[in-house]
């Protein structure tokens, strides 16, 4: 049978790297949003503090990113390939800015020179700024629909196609989101001046958030229409939107009351029940079409075959409790408020 | 210049540098495991020194390998579209598991092993050391099975036709174990534990050439030597293995390396030669019928040649193809001699009172790295035509969408970001290593002249 618990295999495996990516924006979001306010630091031992709040986690972080391509590599290799050849030059860029990213952490404290140090902090914290603001506008390209044709050609012309108002703004949303998240990482890792300084930064960026949040799904509901058109046939689901609602609300009110891991639990909830939104106006398709909609990619069609499916799911239910159980062993380590020791950055 | 041109050596500038880092990380991985296993059993400082030591080198070179990985894993998908969508459903598999069942334990055990001296067990922090070396060891199992694939591919099918024509799985485990898929993971495994084993030697014989950490130099130097030694007779045997199974499954690819032309004659062997692609004929130092004893334990046996192929088939680079197996084997042979040799003179107990040795040893670090870059190149040059040998062709897989502007300012920008990471990983790994295994700010009993007097005595 091709049916397992009531879903067929492709839509399981669309669960599954749902889900991957989902964690994935939670985690590195986190890690993201805290380089982007690097620079707001003080230089020297503030910035070292912050370092060493993610040090010991960003590149479990990133495995996420690999494990959840890899899935979709694995699962539905017409979107993987079609989706990364689209959207080639933002994912260079990505891929350019995930190199610096590492490097500037690892060679930061390397070399007493203070033009040293300034320049890799520069180079972090832009980098941090812009994976968030790329993922954001992939993110917003894909929601609004690639020019993908026949033989899934790209028919986008121009350098800089992927660069129009839609994706502008919803990469201005994810760096925001992500910045408040990842100030609120900080928070919890920290103290004294750096977690004064951090709570007033947090206020400051949920309010931006929430007003280019609004500002996006304002132009949402007005030029692309269909992307609520599945919510306006059942509203029920309308019960999501409003539960995200919610939850960036709370995020303030929780900041407020100095309730800083609640904050992170539910700036980790608007992430993810963002994506599901995204998820449930997309599903079945994975990838639209902006040139027709007998070009989509769907979970049908761009799938790997029902063995392929079958084997994947194997290794997730082998492989994602050894994930959790590595990540909850890191986190458990590292927990509490960060101290510089010899060994930090 | 055309696209699947500028693709080719994208992928091959991205995988070659890439390629300095991780067999680093796998045979540091080793050598930190043996140090502090040694530390743990013995509890002796000298032990500890060194794997404190050698974390330090492991976090640059894991960390530039991580960040030069990621885009490995995705350029299929920006460069190499038309391949993705027709071996995804084979190839995407091995890649995942990659990361689920590998990648995953070495970051997560990374964090411990870098940041967790003073947070966990220091039995704990030997098993994150040999978390992190596992798990970069599965990672070159499943990263060499998904490229054996593309060399000997098997438990597949092809179903559709035209555009959708795609390779299917058949038997998840006859694609794991492909014919090559073995011994090629154990000649990469072996390729990288001496990568490991050599820079140990470069660095610790330096120390011991300029008289500082003698004691703790020495003790790393014979661990590293013992290492060295075994696993450079044990590639000896892989490799041979490895042609063995080019000969069965790939023999375009080994007519190419010993530049064997006639269609079915005994082939010979070279020891170093030139390729004359045009008037197809291979001149050179070399053992008649050497390649047909290799695989036949005859002389006499005939082996299929360039010319029993049709053009098209064949690899067009022979001459470089050629070259880069050569510069591998010369390499491997010249590193068991010189092992042997040291042995030899260790047992005479003579190891340490020859300063060119020690001067040998100190450049000897570059040639595990030549010969693992030039026998990809051999390797990935031999396979061609071919993406997937016998099945799908490299001018067939590359992204149709991508265009040849966008590749040159992808392929610049990585031009220029790799020589500026290159010169700063040379700079800081030549600072850490002028700088020593002890700290600044930590117990410098061995910088202390003291102790060095009492341990030159």
Known sequence: ?345 | MDVEILARIQFALTISFHYIYPPLSIGIGFMLVMFEGLYIKTGKKVYESLTRFWIKIFALVFAIGVATGIIMEFEFGTNWASYSRYVGDVFGSPLAAEGLFAFALESAFLGVLLFGWNKVKPWVHLLSAIGVFLGSMFSAIWIVIANSWQQTPAGYHIVGKGMNARAEITDFWAMVFNPSSVDRVLHVWLGALLAGAFIVLSVHGYYIYKNRYTDMSKRAFKIALVAATVFSLLQFYIGQRSAEGVAKDQPAKLAAYEGHFAAYAPADMYIVGHVDKKNEKTTGLKIPGGLSYLIDFDFHSPVKGLKSFPLKDRPSQVNAVFQFYHIMIIIGVFLILLTLFSCFLWWRGKLFSKKWLLVVFIFATLLPQITNQVGWFAAEMGRQPWVVYGLLRTSDAFSKSVTANQLLFSLIMFTAVYILLFVIFIYLLNKKIMHGPVEDNNDNFLENKNSNIIINQ
């Open chain 1, 1 to 345: 049978m091709d049916i397992f618990l009531g879903l067929d295999f492709q839509t399981w495996w669309f669960l599954v790297v749902g889900f991957l990516f989902i964690v994935y924006a939670i985690l590195d979001g986190f890690d993201f949003g805290a380089g982007a306010w690097h620079l707001f630091l003080d230089e020297g031992k503030e910035r070292r503090i912050a370092l060493n709040a993610i040090g010991p986690v960003w590149d479990g972080n990133e495995v996420w990113l690999v494990i959840g391509g890899g899935s979709l590599f694995a699962g539905f290799p017409v979107v993987y390939a079609t989706l990364l050849s689209s959207m080639y030059i933002p994912f260079i860029l990505f891929f350019v800015f995930i190199i610096f990213r590492a490097v500037s952490i690892e060679f930061r404290g390397k070399e007493k020179m203070i033009w040293w140090a300034k320049t890799w902090d520069i180079s972090y914290s832009i980098s941090s700024i812009m994976l968030a603001f790329l993922l954001g506008v992939v993110l917003g390209n894909v929601l609004q629909g690639i020019p993908v044709g026949e033989n899934f050609m790209y028919q986008g012309k121009g350098f800089f196609e992927f660069l129009n108002i839609y994706p502008l703004l919803v990469g201005a949303c994810t760096l925001l989101l992500f910045m408040t998240h990842g100030a609120i990482y900080l928070i919890l890792k920290t103290e004294g001046n750096l977690y004064n300084k951090l709570t007033v930064f947090v206020n400051r960026s949920v309010i931006l958030f929430i007003v280019v949040f609004g500002i996006t799904t304002i132009y949402t509901v007005i030029f692309i229409p269909r992307l609520i058109e599945r919510f306006i046939a059942n509203p029920v689901l309308f019960i999501i939107p409003f539960f995200v609602f919610l939850c960036i609300v709370n995020i303030p009110r929780l900041t407020g009351k100095k309730k800083y891991l609640s904050a992170f639990l539910f700036s980790s909830l608007t992430i993810c029940l963002l994506l599901v939104i995204a998820g449930i106006n997309f599903y079945p398709t994975l990838l639209l079409s902006s040139i027709d909609d007998k070009y989509n990619l769907s979970v049908y069609n761009a799938a790997s075959s029902l063995k392929t499916l079958k084997i994947m799911l194997t290794m997730v239910a082998i492989g994602s409790p050894l994930v959790i159980a590595y990540t909850i062993f890191v986190y458990h380590t590292f927990r509490g408020k960060v101290k510089i020791e010899e060994t930090s950055y």
